[in-house]
């Protein structure tokens, strides 16, 4: 058992990494948020007594993962040319999906608990709006979706 008293996470210290078998990428992203997991139901009615109906499990369900960076230029980032590729094809040519982990980070840069996500490949890219009367990054979000969602450490 550990002696050192336990610290909860703080959310703002996290680690994104994404692989794919032509090449491991590590990616700073300002947020990222849409780790969640459901388990989908449906009613089943008992058969001869109508007054009592049975939620069963059928499957789990999630939403997209997010991701929030500052806008990156397209010959300085693997994601970007990786996320252009997907999403601006005529879909003739088959997605190469990545795995994904996600890690909470303690004070020193030690990995506290994670999560593992498969199959993972974008759907969505939308750039936050320019304003001139503010002095904010360009920001650009990616979302993605994916198959499993683990959570590991």
């Not at 996470?9 to 459901?38: C, H, N, Q, R, T």
């Not at 369900?61 to 806008?71: A, E, F, I, P, Y």
């Not at 996600?102 to 199959?119: A, F, H, R, V």
């Amino acid at each position: 058992m550990s002696t050192e008293p336990w610290n909860p996470p703080v959310a703002f210290y996290f680690l994104v990494e994404f692989s794919k078998k032509s090449e491991i990428f590590d990616i700073e992203f300002e947020e990222v948020s849409g780790l969640s997991v459901e388990v989908e139901t449906k009613e089943v009615e008992e058969g001869g007594e109508i007054r009592f109906r049975h939620r069963v499990p059928v499957r789990q369900k999630h939403g997209n993962l997010v991701c929030k960076r500052s806008l990156t230029p397209l010959k300085d980032s693997a994601l970007s040319k990786w996320v252009k590729g997907i999403l601006e094809t005529d879909y003739a040519k088959k997605i190469e999906p990545a795995d994904m982990f996600i890690s909470l980070l303690n004070e020193k840069g030690n990995k506290l608990c994670g999560w593992s996500l498969t199959n993972v490949y974008p759907v969505k890219w939308t750039i936050g709006p320019f304003n001139s009367r503010k002095n904010e990054l360009a920001i650009e979000t990616i979302e993605f979706a994916y198959n499993t969602i683990e959570r590991k450490l």
